[in-house]
Nanobody, 130 residues
Framework: QVQLVESGGGLVQPGGSLRLSCAAS????????IGWFRQAPGKEREGVSC?????????????YYVDSVKGRFTIFRDDAKNTVYLQMSSLKPEDTAVYYC??????????????????WGKGTLVTVSS
């Protein structure tokens, strides 16, 4: 059974940092692009950051970031632990959302564009507020 489980969300002050984790099970994560998505109240889900598989010689762990998080967020994967991380720094109130991870047999750019992933976690809430 494919499972993606997010953790690490919480309440943080503006300018603070959080690290989100996405633990995968039930499939060979190594072959899949994994990404982070977010959805704020009243807004559409958007692709925040995605990372290609480490098995592709062409796209080896290539990454995608939405413009609003470039320079602040970093995505990286540890296939030995079946986990993908999103390190978030310099957080802003507009980063407040439920963050989901997803997987797809695609490149990072392919995963982070609609229709997004084939497998989804249930999300973790990130609230940036003073």
């Amino acid at each position: 059974q494919v499972q993606l489980v997010e953790s690490g969300g919480g309440l943080v002050q503006p300018g603070g940092s959080l690290r989100l984790s996405c633990a995968a099970s039930g499939f060979t994560m190594d072959y899949y692009a994994i990404g982070w998505f977010r959805q704020a109240p009243g807004k559409e889900r958007e692709g925040v950051s995605c990372i290609s598989s480490s098995y592709s010689s062409t796209y080896y762990e290539s990454t995608y970031y939405v413009d609003s998080v470039k320079g602040r967020f970093t995505i990286f994967r540890d296939d030995a632990k079946n986990t993908v991380y999103l390190q978030m720094s310099s957080l802003k109130p507009e980063d407040t959302a439920v963050y989901y991870c997803a997987a797809k047999f695609a490149t990072a750019q392919g995963l982070c564009a609609p229709p997004f992933g084939d497998y989804w976690g249930k999300g973790t809430l990130v609230t940036v507020s003073s």
